[in-house]
């Protein structure tokens, strides 16, 4: 592994980046510069970013994507910092600790934006891998695709066991969460399931936020230059008045 001094200061490693985006206002409290990291092991089927699945992108030290943010800090401030992005960017979970440490000691606000499936309670070294990362990490912005695990297999092609089970660990260490449900008709919008959700998210000390995200098909260009069918080809954005339901049901906003 390649590392060598930069202006942030220490020696690092490497990571692999789809992009980056100097300027977002939806992934996270404030504006914020976001890191999209290379690779997923889930296959939402509803998923707008299919080039980031699989390995590749561009090498970065995290010096390096250190440097690249603090150029915008004037613009951030205090009100906004940085956002880890995928894909999903804790299977870069050394380089994601790294590099938020790098922005701490910088007095820059990270938040990690994650399905949580990389983590997994039964292995004491992806636990304390994950300590290390939250040592470092001010806000979690947790995907959670669906409450059901087999219904949330159909959707992504994995159980939502390590999911919940990370919510609960950072509910338990003190992590502020931001939850994001994405609503699609037919897939994840059932008022029942709605409601299992909100029940577990009740069971958690540290949600600030639940955010429903309707469905929507920008990302369908994508998949015919990759040469992928789209899986939910004819599905359209839910109506309005089924986000607001969500949202109601699920308390979206702020949590008391």
């Given at each position: 592994m390649n590392t060598f001094l930069c202006l942030c200061g220490v020696l690092s490693m490497n990571g692999f980046i789809h992009s980056f985006e100097s300027f977002?206002?939806?992934?996270?409290?404030?504006?914020?510069?976001?890191?999209?990291?290379q690779g997923c092991p889930l296959r939402c089927?509803?998923?707008?970013?299919p080039d980031t699945w699989l390995p590749g992108g561009t090498e970065y030290t995290a010096e390096q994507v250190c440097d690249q943010?603090?150029?915008?800090?004037?613009?951030?401030?205090?009100?906004?910092?940085?956002?880890?992005?995928?894909?999903e960017p804790l299977l870069q979970i050394g380089f994601v600790?790294?590099?938020?440490s790098l922005l701490k000691k910088r007095g820059v606000h990270t938040a990690a934006d994650t399905s949580g499936w990389t983590f997994d309670p039964d292995r004491s070294e992806s636990v304390e891998k994950h300590l290390e990362l939250i040592r470092h990490t001010d806000l979690v912005l947790l995907d959670i695709k669906h409450i059901d695990p087999e219904k949330h297999r159909e959707i992504t092609g994995k159980d939502n066991a390590h999911t919940l089970a990370f919510a609960k660990f950072l509910s338990d260490h003190g992590i502020?969460?931001?939850?994001r449900h994405v609503l699609v008709p037919g897939l994840t919008d059932d008022d029942g399931a709605l409601g299992r959700l909100?029940?577990?998210l009740d069971t958690l000390r540290t949600v600030e936020k639940v955010e429903v995200l309707p469905y929507h098909t920008m990302g369908v260009v994508k998949y015919g230059k990759l040469g992928y069918p789209y899986p939910l080809e004819g599905v359209l954005p839910p109506a309005k008045e089924r986000v607001e339901n969500a949202r109601r049901i699920l308390g979206a906003g702020r949590k008391s």
């Open positions: 977002g206002t939806v992934d996270g409290p404030g504006i914020r510069f976001v890191v999209f990291m089927q509803y998923c707008h970013n943010a603090l150029k915008y800090k004037s613009y951030f401030g205090d009100n906004g910092g940085v956002t880890v992005s995928g894909g600790t790294e590099l938020f502020p969460m931001w939850i909100r029940a577990f």
